[in-house]
């Protein structure tokens, strides 16, 4: 099924308004992605602190704590500042496998104060899971939490 991106986009803008802390905003997201996708085993945050990929607000299986830049997904994601969709993470080179149901991931960069400081990853247990449409959806989002996340 289709997700419906608009409906999402303005569920996470109430959240959004209703506490921009990045911790609950964060926490809630992630539930909602969770709850929302379908065919999804990992669904959050991972934020830079003292220069390491640090997991943040998430829903899934326990994971990686830390990720360095330019390792994995989430750090390539982060030191290249670009979106990852990967159909096949056995085919993506240093791939870090925190749940081994996942095979399909997409990752988005976060800014903060214009500088890449933060990711969304999402995993699915389906191959090619991720679209040009969940792409879109999600890169909106992602700008949404820019604009209304509270760091402190
Ligand atoms: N697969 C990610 C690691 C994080 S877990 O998927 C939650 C990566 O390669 O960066």
């Not at 989430?74 to 496998?97: K, N, R, S, Y």
Request: hydrophobic share 45%; charged share 20%.
């Amino acid at each position: 099924m289709r997700t419906d991106y608009h409906l999402l986009t303005e569920q996470v803008r109430q959240l959004a308004q209703t506490e921009g802390w990045y911790a609950s905003l964060f926490a809630n997201v992630s539930a909602l992605l969770m709850d929302t996708l379908e065919d999804l085993n990992w669904a959050g945050f991972y934020i830079l602190i003292n220069g390491q990929l640090t997991v943040g607000p998430f829903q899934g299986k326990p994971a990686c704590i830390h990720i360095a830049p330019g390792k994995g997904v989430c750090g390539t994601a982060l030191e290249q500042d670009e979106i990852l969709v990967v159909p096949d993470v056995h085919a993506f080179p240093g791939h870090i496998a925190c749940d081994s149901a996942s095979r399909s991931e997409i990752v988005l960069p976060l800014h903060r104060g214009g500088a890449a400081a933060a990711v969304l990853d999402i995993d699915s247990p389906r191959l090619s899971r991720f679209s040009e449409e969940d792409r879109e959806g999600l890169a909106g989002i992602v700008k949404l939490l820019e604009d209304h996340v509270v760091w402190e």
